[in-house]
């Protein structure tokens, strides 16, 4: 068991270009969830994955987000015509089951930077 | 709408002291609380959660939090802190039947020798 992996770690990128990141749960979790945190708050959460299957989007995820996990495996984040609010850290979490004693493991994050 | 509340945003402290940090939670139903801490350039790891039962509930490395349904808190707490104890540390909360952790602000916890 190694953890949840995110790549990349840093990510800086221009206003208006499209950028994606990657998580790789634990293996033979079947939940995936993403979070945003920005400097100074606690993460938010944006989506949640049950297998391949997205259940739940927040209202923090515009059009311009879009988030994968074919195979129901490794997921991926992408956003497209970034912009400066888009400046956050990046969280990836998975857990084996729904139910409160199923513990999210946390990845590292991505860190981007919107210049 | 569910929401958590750490009341200090910064807390610091000298080495070998007592130390509590402070959350409020708003919910009409159910919930489920977590205390997690984020150590600098890592992920968030879980210290400890209540679901039901004891309100004390004792976590990893030292740290209890007592769950008062009366006062709808949930403060963490360290008998004697140590320099390496110094991390954010981060409330967090979720309904029965939910997916989604609702978490606070974050308090940032630093230990002086």
């Known amino acids: 068991d190694t953890g949840v992996s995110q790549n990349p770690r840093h990510k800086i990128t221009k206003r208006g270009q499209n950028v994606t990141f990657r998580c790789d749960p634990i293996s033979e979790h079947n939940r995936l969830y993403w979070y945003r945190q920005t400097l100074g708050q606690g993460p938010e959460f944006l989506t949640y994955f049950q297998n391949e299957a997205q259940l739940e989007k927040s209202r923090l995820l515009s059009d311009r987000f879009s988030a994968e996990r074919p195979k129901g495996s490794f997921s991926t984040l992408e956003i497209q015509r970034t912009e400066q609010g888009d400046s956050a850290m990046y969280l990836c979490?998975?857990?084996?089951?729904?139910?409160?004693?199923?513990?999210?493991?946390f990845g590292p994050g991505t860190r981007l930077t919107v210049t | 709408a569910q929401s958590v509340t750490q009341l200090d945003s910064q807390v610091p402290v000298f080495e070998e002291a007592p130390v509590e940090l402070r959350c409020n939670y708003s919910?009409?139903?159910?919930?489920?609380l977590f205390w997690y801490v984020q150590y600098p350039n890592q992920g968030l790891q879980l210290l400890l959660k209540?679901?039901?039962?004891?309100?004390l509930v004792k976590g990893i490395n030292g740290f209890e939090a007592e769950f008062n349904k009366s006062q709808t808190s949930f403060h963490l707490r360290k008998p004697s802190v140590h320099i390496s104890d110094t991390a954010e540390y981060f409330c967090a909360a979720k309904h029965q039947g939910a997916q989604k952790l609702v978490f606070g602000q974050g308090t940032r916890l630093t230990i002086n020798p």
């Open positions: 209540y679901l039901s039962g004891s309100t």
């Open positions: 919910s009409s139903v159910s919930v489920y």
């Open positions: 979490a998975s857990s084996h089951g729904t139910g409160p004693r199923y513990e999210q493991y």
